[in-house]
């Protein structure tokens, strides 16, 4: 994300501090069988956690998946009950569906979809959650690209508290499943520790 940007969005979370020796890996749009459980396997391997920000429709599938990501030891965040576009849905239709993810996903933390949102909505949304974004993007989701690119997006961008984007959905399978291991590896590789999200009390301290 250019940081020219940053300062216009500042009730946003970009990035944790530059100077701690964390990265923080997350994942949009799960949790999604066959897909999230490799990624869980993964991280299980370098005892390395996440924070996954989740849809409530998919949670709603797969209890028994969301539960696992919970029971070992990987943040949630609120992903939208169906992933709707905040720069195309009315406030009242943005914020119901927000709402109508809470039944399945109790947590802090807040992601718009496709990064898309008003500033209405923002600042509604803000007093229930923290807004996190990112700093870094694989791509993963894009057809077009490779698990290699996505393991070089990082691997060209990676600072202390990069907050990493990557998708445990069927379109990103491809990508997401090619490049997590390497990508983890290279942060290992750096010193970095792999740190689930603090929780929005910690964040607004």
């Given amino acids: 994300m250019p940081e020219i940007i940053k300062p216009l969005a500042s009730q946003f979370l970009w990035n944790m501090p530059r100077d701690e020796r964390k990265v923080y890996l997350t994942f949009d749009d799960g949790p999604t069988p066959g897909i999230t459980d490799q990624i869980l396997d993964i991280l ?79 600042t509604a949304i803000r007093k229930r959650y923290h807004l996190v974004m990112w700093d870094i993007i694989t791509g993963d989701f894009d057809l077009n690209t490779t698990p290699e690119e996505c393991y070089e997006r990082v691997a060209k961008h990676l600072e202390g508290g990069s907050i990493i984007v990557m998708h445990d959905s069927v379109k990103a399978s491809k990508n997401v499943l090619g490049s997590v291991r390497p990508i983890i590896e290279h942060i290992l590789s750096l010193g970095y520790e792999l740190a689930p999200l603090p929780s929005a009390a910690s964040l607004e301290e």
């Avoid at 849809?55 to 943040?75: I, N, T, W, Y």
């Avoid at 576009?85 to 399945?104: D, M, P, S």
């Fill in 44 to 122: 299980q391997e370098y005892n390395a956690k996440a924070t996954f920000f989740c849809l409530g429709k998919q949670v709603e599938l797969a209890p028994d998946l969301f539960e696992r990501l919970v029971q070992e030891g990987h943040r949630i965040g609120n992903h939208t009950y169906s992933h709707p576009n905040g720069w195309k849905t009315t406030a009242f239709a943005y914020l119901k569906n927000v709402l109508q993810a809470e039944h399945f996903i109790q947590t802090d933390l807040y992601r718009p979809p496709y990064g898309r949102i008003t500033r209405g909505q923002a």
